[in-house]
């Protein structure tokens, strides 16, 4: 699991709203929301934008 090394990194902080994007293979980058009430809320949002763009990253 990714999150298992970067919660030990200092400064860092893994609370749900977060998601990695991926694509051919490769880690591109990351989505994070806030805001919502509950992060269960927060990490579908940050679901539905990843969906929304996921024709546009399998290079």
């Given at each position: 699991?990714m999150?298992?090394?970067?919660?030990?990194?200092?400064g860092?902080v893994?609370?749900?709203?977060?998601?990695?994007?991926e694509?051919?293979?490769s880690?591109?980058?990351?989505?994070?929301?806030?805001?919502?009430?509950?992060?269960?809320a927060?990490?579908a949002?940050?679901?539905?934008g990843?969906?929304?763009i996921?024709?546009?990253l399998?290079?």
């Amino acid at each position: 699991m990714m999150q298992a090394g970067i919660r030990n990194l200092p400064g860092a902080v893994v609370i749900a709203g977060g998601l990695i994007v991926e694509a051919g293979g490769s880690l591109v980058g990351a989505v994070g929301v806030s805001g919502a009430p509950g992060g269960d809320a927060d990490e579908a949002c940050a679901k539905a934008g990843i969906d929304a763009i996921r024709d546009k990253l399998d290079f």
